[in-house]
């Protein structure tokens, strides 16, 4: 059973940085994108990074030159480097990753439990 366990939240001060872990751990036969989506409260969930296999990446522009994302495929763990945070950051962030199992099971996606970011002014 594959299980995502998301770390680094915490509550901060605006231009603070933050660094968030999720370690991806039991059956995987092939790890794909990485991703991490946020939410905050009374707002949709957005897509803050995404890391391909490749390594190629993605950013919402929001977020774009203060945060980066990176991955560790030996240890299966993606990783979100926050600095520059803005009280606009505040959220839940949750990592999202697309995996297969076993040789014969379908690719599908994983999420975590998500873990809280709250920048204070």
């Known amino acids: 059973q594959v299980q995502l366990v998301e770390s680094g939240g915490g509550l901060v001060q605006a231009g603070s940085s933050l660094r968030l872990s999720c370690a991806v751990s039991?059956?995987?036969?092939?790890?794909?994108?990485m991703t991490w989506f946020r939410q905050a409260p009374g707002k949709q969930r957005e897509l803050v990074a995404a890391i391909e296999s490749s390594g190629s990446t993605n950013y919402a522009d929001s977020v774009k030159g203060r945060f980066t994302i990176s991955r560790d495929n030996a240890k299966n763990t993606v990783y979100l480097q926050m600095n520059s945070l803005k009280p606009e950051d505040t959220g839940r962030y949750y990592c999202i990753v697309h995996l297969r199992e076993t040789y014969l099971a379908a690719e599908r996606d994983y999420w975590g439990q998500g873990t809280q970011v709250t920048v204070s002014s």
């Open positions: 039991g059956s995987i036969f092939s790890l794909g994108a």
